[in-house]
């Protein structure tokens, strides 16, 4: 069956000769998934909410009229417009009437051929038909419809494992363009246990991209760094993201995560970065830095690297966590290298003053994030590396101590 077949842009309404044709079914390939909600379309909306925000600067001035002209014209989706409306303050205009009532005629339509089908034809073409409706929604109509649209295409008897988890990664799609994360997570864990389950290879590895970034969003970060570095080198996410932005989930949580051999290996020597490094070079000459210990450059590429945060979707909400974590990452380094430092030779070593490192040290140190103390009068770092087994010890008497407290209150209940 063709994609073309599948796309609902070939037809505002469906057709009700040559149906096998014309319509078509979720499949695991990136090129035949579906090709809305347009992700990118998302990416650029947020970077107008952050410049509407005063959060990014250097607006681009087509911007603006691009993303109106593609939700006018070629999606024609006057839910969304709206809601840009309350967001960046655009005016209404005379089409978004008339838009509503060729889609109220259309979903009728499409119900029509939903229940034609149903009495001419076999489930496969009653999936077909409910398919390209939900498809029909995910481009030009609200969450709330598309995602009804979608549970009609799962309800449906008999659809195997393999749809399942296409239909439910596309809904989840829907549900990531207008950012209810919560629906979006509750989507993919659906579609993960169907893929333990059964789904081919193609599926599953797809699935890891799309739970990858839902825990991004969740600030899982360790948890999707190494499903976002398994499939760095079979990527086929394209609906979902674009592959350069991939590279840099990729290696923005990697770095927080992975040893310095592996991130030498996987995030600064890997060939699938080394060919997209020319596209992220703000992120590569971060991870860069910090591998050849330029504390210095370090320190200024996370400057650079916080507007590549801002301007994302997936790593805007927790850019403040990013660049916390990327500071106490590049202190940690500098300091296991030493016993004891100077204050004023560090904060030469990170091109910041002395006042500025005195008072990130101490708040990193408080909150128990550095091993080291700072000695005032003498301008003084030393550091305080934990011992493991006197750490495993202490870990033993304190869970031994809460075991015998546990047992000593059962021991109570039970004389009673």
């Not at 952050?50 to 006018?72: A, P």
């Not at 499903?227 to 394209?238: K, R």
């Not at 699938?272 to 330029?294: H, Q, R, T």
């Not at 002395?354 to 301008?379: E, H, M, P, V, Y």
Request: aromatic content about 6%.
């Amino acid at each position: 069956m063709s994609e073309d077949g599948m796309d609902v842009d070939s037809a505002s309404t469906p057709k009700t000769e040559n149906t096998k044709k014309k319509l078509g079914q979720p499949s695991a390939s990136s090129e035949s998934a579906s090709k809305y909600p347009k992700m990118d379309l998302a990416q650029r909306i947020h970077k107008l909410v952050m410049f509407s925000k005063g959060k990014l600067e250097n607006k681009e001035m087509s911007l603006e009229e691009e993303v109106k002209k593609e939700i006018l014209e070629e999606i024609e989706n006057p839910s969304l417009y709206r809601s840009l409306m309350a967001t960046l303050g655009w005016e209404s205009v005379d089409k978004l009437q008339e838009m509503d009532e060729k889609h109220a005629q259309s979903m009728k339509e499409f119900e029509e051929k939903v229940e034609e089908v149903k009495e001419n034809a076999g489930d496969m073409e009653v999936l077909d038909a409910r398919l390209l409706a939900a498809r029909y929604a995910a481009k030009s109509l609200s969450k709330d419809s598309a995602v009804e649209m979608y549970e009609k295409v799962l309800a449906l008897p008999k659809l195997s494992s393999g749809k399942k988890i296409d239909a439910l990664m596309e809904c989840a799609r829907v549900a990531s363009f207008y950012g209810d994360l919560k629906k979006n997570i509750e989507l993919i864990e659906k579609a993960s246990k169907l893929a333990q389950d059964g789904g081919d290879w193609d599926r599953r590895n797809r699935l890891k991209v799309y739970s990858a970034l839902s825990k991004l969003l969740s600030r899982d970060v360790k948890e999707a760094s190494g499903l976002l570095v398994d499939c760095i080198a079979t990527f086929s996410c394209n609906e979902l993201c674009s592959y350069t932005d991939f590279l840099v989930y990729t290696v923005i949580s990697n770095i927080l995560h992975l040893p310095r051999p592996e991130l030498k290996k996987k995030a600064i020597d890997g060939p699938e970065i080394l060919s997209g490094s020319k596209d992220i070079p703000e992120v590569i000459k971060l991870v860069n830095a910090l591998y050849d210990c330029d504390y210095n450059l370090y320190l200024h590429a996370m400057v650079e690297v916080h507007a590549v945060l801002v301007a994302d979707r997936f790593l805007e909400p927790h850019a403040g966590f990013f660049m916390r974590e990327l500071h106490v990452l590049g202190y940690k380094q500098f300091l296991d290298s030493y016993k004891s430092v100077r204050l004023d030779s560090m904060a030469s070593s990170f091109g910041v003053s002395t006042s500025f490192l005195d008072l990130q040290l101490s708040r990193f140190i408080s909150a128990g994030r550095l091993t080291a103390k700072i000695d005032k009068f003498g301008g003084v770092v030393e550091t305080n590396r934990p011992d493991l087994k006197n750490a495993q010890y202490r870990d033993m008497i304190q869970e031994g101590d809460l075991l015998l407290n546990r047992i000593q209150k059962l021991a109570r209940v039970v004389d009673l």
